[in-house]
């Protein structure tokens, strides 16, 4: 669970994102502020950065997922073969 929050946001606290995190009952979560960033994260100064960061979460779990896939693959090919 990816949760990413201006500090600046006026729409809504970023405490409240905080709260979410912390009781979040996955093991996998990010809480990730923006200081001085408001409500829309995509259009606001450093979209840029905001994009990598995401970007960069969601990469690292793809390869986690690729890596997990080929290794229950070849485990499964194993049993086949013997």
Known sequence: ???????????????????????????????????????????????EIVMVDIESWNDARLALARTMELNEWGSCASDVTG
């Open 1 to 47: 669970m990816l949760i990413l929050h201006g500090t600046a946001d006026k729409a809504t606290k970023f405490a409240g994102s905080r709260a979410f995190h912390d009781a979040a009952g996955s093991a996998d979560k990010t809480l990730k502020l923006y200081e001085g960033h408001h409500h829309d994260l995509l259009l606001d100064v450093d979209k």
